[in-house]
């Protein structure tokens, strides 16, 4: 069955150092791949997305993920975290049937 | 950017009552609308998805008599919980999609608390 894992349940960095979330993907072929975060009580918001083209691909408040192929991976990245990056991040993909399938969330939190 | 809007935000009714969710994508034509259910500190769980003017095509496991899915015009999808009981006292959230290679936009989640 296709799914996207990410393995680390939390991820703590210091503020300005950069910042990684993992996630890798099992669906074959071309995937559709999708990162989004999601505050407190809050739904989610769309950071970026990959369908094809470059494999560096830039989405919104300086977030970035790298498409891996042979891993099999798609991590998202900063450069510099910020304290108000702090929240929970989800990976997904787009199965087969147009659904969104998500990861299991990573708590992400950026000390002082 | 695209807006999709969830009322209410929070709820609290009496275990017996039905409950309507409504969900609104205020920007865009929503061709497809999905309903999922969200744990404390768990992913969330699809229940559903809806295309406009058709019948919701329900997830493994999903009573589509307790959860009524109506998704009568291309902006507006309502859920409603038939008969709820404190075990369907959870988070949920809406999403909206304009088309097959756009990303789905999230409404802000419903918090419904049945006693």
């Known amino acids: 069955a296709q799914s996207v894992a990410q393995p680390e349940d939390q991820v703590n960095v210091a503020e300005g150092n950069p910042l990684t979330v993992k996630c890798t993907y099992s669906?074959?072929?071309?995937?559709?791949l999708f990162w989004y975060v999601q505050y407190p009580n809050r739904g989610l918001q769309f950071l970026l997305k990959?369908?094809?083209?470059?494999?560096l691909v830039k989405g919104s408040y300086g977030f970035e993920a790298e498409f891996n192929k042979s891993q099999t991976s798609f991590h998202l990245k900063k450069p510099s975290a910020l304290v108000s990056d702090s929240a929970l991040y989800f990976c997904?993909?787009?199965?087969?049937?147009?659904?969104?399938?998500f990861g299991s969330g990573t708590r992400l939190s950026i000390r002082p | 950017g695209a807006v999709v809007s969830q009322h209410p935000s929070w709820v609290i009714c009496k275990s017996g009552t039905s409950v309507k969710i409504e969900c609104r994508s205020l920007?865009?034509?929503?061709?497809?609308m999905f309903w999922y259910r969200q744990f404390p500190k768990q992913s969330l769980m699809l229940m559903a998805t809806?295309?406009?003017?058709?019948?919701?095509?329900?997830e493994q496991g999903v009573e589509k008599d307790k959860f009524l899915i109506n998704h009568a015009s291309l902006t507006l999808s309502t859920l409603t919980v038939t008969s709820a009981h404190p075990e369907d006292s959870s988070f949920y959230i809406c999403?909206?999609?304009?088309?097959?290679?756009?990303?789905?936009?999230f409404g802000d989640g419903t918090r419904l608390s049945i006693l």
């Open positions: 997904a993909e787009r199965s087969s049937a147009s659904k969104i399938i």
């Open positions: 669906v074959s072929g071309n995937p559709y």
């Open positions: 809806s295309n406009e003017g058709s019948k919701a095509t329900y």
């Open positions: 920007d865009f034509q929503a061709t497809t």
């Open positions: 999403s909206a999609r304009g088309g097959d290679n756009q990303p789905q936009h």
């Open positions: 990959y369908i094809t083209g470059d494999n």
